[in-house]
């Protein structure tokens, strides 16, 4: 069976999920360092949704440590679909999060013209959080599709 890079089980995919719990962390760091956050709707989305991406990259790429140490790919089919719908269901989310948070973010920017609804240092780091939660969102893309690749040949 061919060998797919960023499949289970890999050291691909190990970094994979080790840049979306970097990507992702430091997006809820970023959001939650200045304490109004909670007063957007989509802000408090983005962190939800940051903190479910955090625990499930850390789990799956448990799994990956442990595949790579005993030297054998877990080729389950039910494994792979569970995380395949898990990576694209929390890739769609996470950009949504990232898409609403550059949105509301450049609005604050925009309608505060005179005088802004938040100072230049808080939605700098609004933006720097939209920026790492679709850095997030590209490598959770990028797993769910190598394992989606993978997944005919296992049925």
Known sequence: MEEVPGTLGTSASFALRMGQTIFASSSLLFMCLHIQFYSYTSFCYLVTVMSLIIPWSLIVGTMDLYSMF???RARQPGIFVVIIIGDLFLSFLSLAAAALTASVTDLVLMLGTEQPFCPTRVC??????AAMTFLSWLFLLASSLFNLWLLPTLL
Not at 124 to 129: E, G, N, T
């Open 70 to 72: 005993v030297k054998r």
């Open 124 to 129: 700098s780091r609004y933006q720097l959080s």
